[in-house]
């Protein structure tokens, strides 16, 4: 993995995405709009940010 920490960004509103990407953004720590929050570089963050990558912007720290 290039780095240790990824810094994610909600940069698309919650209110149309499904139930499942609403509890998805909450474990990342976003709520609300242009809120940031820095997780660990793993599969399971991955794979979160996988299923709302339409909704955040992610950037290596």
């Known amino acids: 993995m290039p780095s240790d920490n ?3 960004t909600l940069i698309k509103s919650q209110i149309g995405a499904l139930p499942k ?3 998805i953004l909450e474990a990342l720590g976003l709520r609300k709009l242009n809120s940031s929050t820095v997780q660990q570089n793993n599969p399971a963050i991955l ?3 996988e299923k709302v990558s339409h909704m955040v912007k ?3 720290l």
Do not use: F, R, S
Request: net charge positive; no cysteine; glycine share 8%.
């Open 47 to 49: 794979g979160m940010i």
């Open 21 to 23: 990407q609403k509890k």
């Open 58 to 60: 992610v950037e290596n």
């Open 6 to 8: 990824l810094k994610i």
